[in-house]
């Protein structure tokens, strides 16, 4: 079955600094990778996702690359904010509507 | 977005009970929902992908005898911890499938946290 690892477990950033959070995947018929935002005690809400036919998606200050090859794929956040804070998950799927694997989270951590 | 509900969204219960977990699609039909269980600090472990009109579909090492799956309606899928004991004790997450334009899109409701004492 699919496999997740993702890196790192946990990330402090500074305010206004950028943070990278990678996962990769060992399924190479996955093609479909949403990340999710987790605060405490709610759901995961989805935040980006990105599907095998592209290989960058924007929203914001929000992105979302995937390489295919080397099956891995990042979250990047820019200008981070402390309502930024949160845990991060990236997931991964043979389609949208299929189940998701999803890696093990990162605690990010936007420190005023 | 498509918005995904839970009720209730705690339960504390004593050891030996049943308790009862609904996820709802409020503005969407699902076919399709999914629930998963995060204990603290970990990942969301997928349980069982629930169908509409049809039997849900156990992942390993789940006892389908003790996780009852319902889904009898196209906006409603039921999550029935039966003969609850203190290991149960999680947070429990359902999701259900929308279709955002042409595309298929997991939503996650907002959990309900069991507690078995």
């Known amino acids: 079955g699919e496999n997740v690892e993702q890196h790192p477990s946990t990330l402090s950033v500074q305010e206004g600094d950028s943070a990278v959070i990678k996962c990769t995947y060992s399924d190479s018929a996955s093609n479909y990778f949403p990340w999710y935002k987790q605060e405490l005690g709610k759901g995961p809400q989805l935040i980006i996702d990105?599907?095998?036919?592209?290989g960058e998606k924007k929203d914001q200050r929000i992105a979302v690359t995937l390489n295919k090859t080397a099956k891995h794929f990042s979250l990047h956040i820019t200008e981070t904010q402390p309502e930024d804070s949160a845990v991060y998950f990236c997931?991964?799927?043979?389609?949208?509507?299929?189940?998701?694997?999803f890696g093990s989270g990162t605690q990010l951590t936007v420190l005023p | 977005g498509a918005v995904v509900s839970q009720h209730p969204s705690w339960v504390i219960c004593k050891s030996g009970t049943s308790v009862k977990i609904e996820c709802r699609s409020l503005d969407f039909q699902a076919t399709t929902m999914f629930w998963y269980r995060q204990f603290p600090k970990q990942s969301l472990m997928l349980m069982a992908t629930?169908?509409?009109?049809?039997?849900?579909?156990?992942e390993q090492g789940v006892e389908k005898d003790k996780f009852l799956i319902n889904h009898a309606s196209l906006t409603l899928s039921t999550l029935t911890v039966t003969s609850a004991h203190p290991e149960d004790s999680s947070f429990y997450i359902c999701?259900?499938?929308?279709?955002?334009?042409?595309?298929?899109?997991?939503?996650f409701g907002p959990g309900t946290r069991l507690l078995v004492l």
């Open positions: 990105i599907r095998s036919n592209v």
């Open positions: 997931a991964a799927s043979k389609g949208s509507a299929r189940q998701l694997t």
């Open positions: 629930s169908n509409e009109g049809s039997k849900a579909t156990y």
């Open positions: 999701s259900a499938k929308a279709l955002q334009g042409n595309q298929e899109t997991q939503y």
